[in-house]
């Protein structure tokens, strides 16, 4: 492990404490409160990220970021479940729809440009297969969206089997997804995404990767608790909280994962590292989080509000012209990161 690595983690340490001394010590203001824990959720994110490298660097390219890709899930998991927990319904919707459009449209946007403005005739170039595969998996679900959206604002009959229609197509969104992963497992993978040998035994990854997943339990418990009290506090709509604030503290490791190694030239894996995330969250923690919430106090279903439903298919869509042919520009990227601003604004104002 480096030195800056070693640090990381005494900082992201301390800010967990201090996230916990804010909890539950008396007389902290909870803008404070929500900034620490913020703070430390994403950087227990990244602790997450780096302890699943380590233990998956071991058994090659596919289950390496198969693994990331997943776990790296974990806190954005935690925060919509015990915001659903706190009967913050409109929270936990925008935040799981945040980490979709973040990452499709702001941070996917970002990448295009530091990763085209790099090359000599401003094209960044990559394999279209796993942006095509990924664009698939955002596509399907996207239509389950809109599908159950119509049905949940046309007050048919369908319209009082929301719930049950929700878990049906959890479960075969999830079998969809598991065909990908088969399929991911089993191709074959470029050579320049092959990550550094691992800089810790086995033994201490996997008491890392347990120590951060259950820190992130924690922590996103903290982050919840003072995410009402500080919306409040500011004057922030709660579908802005969820869909900006929340989504991009949850994401911040493939945000900076992604920007950076576009900036090295590395487009093939900035791309699929942005795209993966993308298609794990639309395709497995929605429909997870869907299932998991039939035990929870708010039950979260795919009916979202029209906007949302429209901004969804709309990013599958583009997300699929842009990137299907396996070279972006710099207007490409900006526009990407336009439509998140734009889309910002309307949350902020919901």
Same mark, same amino acid.
């Given at each position: 492990? $480096?030195?800056?690595?070693?640090?990381?983690?005494a900082?992201?340490?301390?800010?967990?404490?201090?996230?916990?001394?804010?909890?539950?010590v008396?007389?902290?203001?909870?803008?404070v409160?929500?900034? !620490?824990? %913020?703070l430390?959720?994403?950087?227990?994110?990244?602790?997450?990220?780096?302890?699943?490298?380590? *233990?998956g660097?071991?058994?090659g390219?596919? *289950? @390496?970021?198969?693994?990331?890709? /997943?776990?790296?899930?974990?806190?954005?998991?935690?925060?919509?479940?015990?915001?659903?927990?706190?009967?913050q #319904?409109?929270?936990?919707?925008?935040?799981?729809?945040?980490?979709? #459009?973040?990452?499709?449209?702001?941070?996917?946007?970002?990448?295009?440009?530091?990763?085209? =403005?790099?090359?000599?005739?401003?094209?960044?170039?990559?394999?279209?297969?796993?942006?095509?595969? $990924?664009? @698939?998996?955002?596509l399907?679900?996207?239509?389950?969206?809109?599908?159950?959206?119509?049905?949940?604002?046309?007050?048919?009959?369908?319209?009082?089997?929301?719930?049950?229609?929700? $878990?049906?197509?959890?479960?075969?969104?999830?079998?969809?997804?598991?065909?990908? !992963? =088969?399929?991911?497992?089993?191709?074959?993978?470029?050579?320049?995404?092959?990550?550094?040998?691992?800089?810790?035994? /086995? =033994?201490?990854?996997?008491l890392?990767?347990?120590?951060?997943?259950?820190?992130?339990?924690? !922590?996103?418990?903290?982050?919840?608790?003072?995410?009402?009290? +500080?919306?409040?506090?500011i004057?922030?709509?709660?579908?802005?909280?969820?869909?900006?604030?929340?989504? @991009?503290?949850?994401?911040?490791?493939?945000?900076?994962?992604?920007v950076?190694?576009?900036?090295?030239? =590395?487009?093939?894996?900035?791309?699929?590292?942005?795209?993966?995330?993308?298609?794990?969250?639309?395709?497995?923690?929605?429909?997870?989080?869907?299932?998991?919430?039939?035990? $929870?106090?708010?039950t979260? +279903?795919?009916?979202?509000?029209?906007?949302?439903?429209?901004?969804?298919?709309?990013?599958? *869509?583009?997300?699929?012209?842009?990137? %299907?042919?396996?070279?972006?520009?710099?207007?490409?990227?900006?526009?990407?990161?336009?439509?998140?601003?734009?889309?910002?604004?309307?949350?902020?104002?919901?």
């Amino acid at each position: 492990m $480096t030195r800056i690595e070693r640090a990381g983690l005494a900082v992201v340490a301390l800010l967990t404490v201090l996230a916990g001394v804010a909890r539950y010590v008396g007389g902290v203001p909870h803008v404070v409160a929500f900034i !620490v824990a %913020g703070l430390a959720l994403g950087g227990g994110a990244w602790i997450v990220s780096f302890s699943t490298e380590q *233990v998956g660097g071991r058994f090659g390219v596919g *289950v @390496t970021g198969m693994m990331q890709s /997943t776990l790296g899930n974990l806190p954005e998991f935690f925060v919509v479940l015990f915001a659903l927990m706190d009967h913050q #319904l409109i929270v936990a919707q925008t935040a799981i729809l945040g980490s979709i #459009l973040v990452n499709a449209l702001f941070v996917l946007g970002l990448v295009i440009i530091v990763g085209a =403005r790099r090359e000599g005739d401003g094209v960044m170039r990559f394999s279209p297969r796993l942006p095509n595969d $990924t664009a @698939t998996l955002l596509l399907v679900a996207s239509l389950i969206i809109l599908l159950v959206g119509i049905v949940a604002n046309t007050h048919g009959p369908a319209a009082h089997h929301v719930k049950a229609i929700s $878990t049906v197509s959890a479960v075969a969104l999830l079998v969809v997804y598991g065909f990908w !992963v =088969r399929q991911y497992l089993t191709s074959e993978h470029p050579e320049d995404s092959a990550g550094e040998a691992p800089r810790l035994s /086995t =033994r201490s990854s996997l008491l890392l990767l347990i120590a951060s997943g259950a820190a992130a339990g924690f !922590v996103s418990d903290w982050f919840v608790h003072a995410l009402e009290p +500080t919306i409040h506090s500011i004057g922030i709509s709660k579908a802005f909280a969820g869909l900006v604030i929340v989504a @991009t503290a949850g994401n911040a490791v493939e945000h900076a994962v992604g920007v950076v190694l576009a900036a090295k030239g =590395r487009s093939e894996l900035a791309i699929s590292v942005v795209k993966n995330s993308v298609g794990q969250v639309a395709a497995f923690l929605f429909p997870v989080l869907v299932l998991v919430s039939l035990l $929870t106090a708010t039950t979260l +279903t795919f009916s979202l509000a029209p906007v949302y439903i429209g901004a969804l298919f709309a990013t599958a *869509v583009i997300v699929w012209q842009i990137t %299907g042919d396996g070279e972006a520009t710099q207007f490409e990227g900006m526009a990407l990161c336009a439509a998140f601003v734009v889309l910002a604004v309307i949350a902020a104002y919901q």
